[in-house]
């Protein structure tokens, strides 16, 4: 399986960007794509999960400023990013299992087994 993210930049405080991460080598609808992010000099978090049905979680801590979505026929999972803050300075990533996202575990880095390469995002103030 690999996975390819796309959609970072520059972006002043209070924009928005759109994060795509794409899904080959195996067959899409099969798969969990949650979303981390990395700060410098700290371990990944977790944001969001959506199963291939559409249900999908995200963190208190971007609840209702980051959404995560996906078009199954273009094997395609999306983060769409508002109200972004300098905080949300980050390196993006997405990440997939086979399976479905489960409320309590979604956010365990060890819980998935590949990867895409990252996304810069940086928020200006």
């Known amino acids: 399986v690999q996975l390819v993210e796309s959609g970072g930049g520059l972006v002043q405080a209070g924009g928005s960007l759109r994060l795509s991460c794409v899904l080959s080598?195996?067959?899409?609808?099969?798969?969990?794509i949650a979303w981390f992010r990395q700060f410098p000099g700290k371990e990944r978090e977790g944001m969001s999960c959506?199963?291939?049905?559409?249900?999908?979680f995200h963190h208190d801590s971007v609840k209702g400023r980051f959404t995560s979505s996906r078009d199954n026929a273009k094997k395609t999972v999306y983060l769409q990013l508002n109200m972004l803050r300098p905080e949300d300075t980050a390196v993006y990533y997405c990440?997939?299992?086979?399976?479905?996202?489960?409320?309590?575990?979604?956010?365990?880095?060890?819980?998935?087994?590949?990867w895409g390469q990252g996304t810069q995002v940086t928020v200006s103030s």
């Open positions: 990440a997939a299992d086979p399976g479905h996202c489960y409320s309590d575990t979604y956010y365990y880095s060890a819980d998935y087994a590949s």
């Open positions: 080598g195996d067959t899409f609808d099969d798969y969990a």
């Open positions: 959506v199963s291939s049905d559409g249900a999908s």
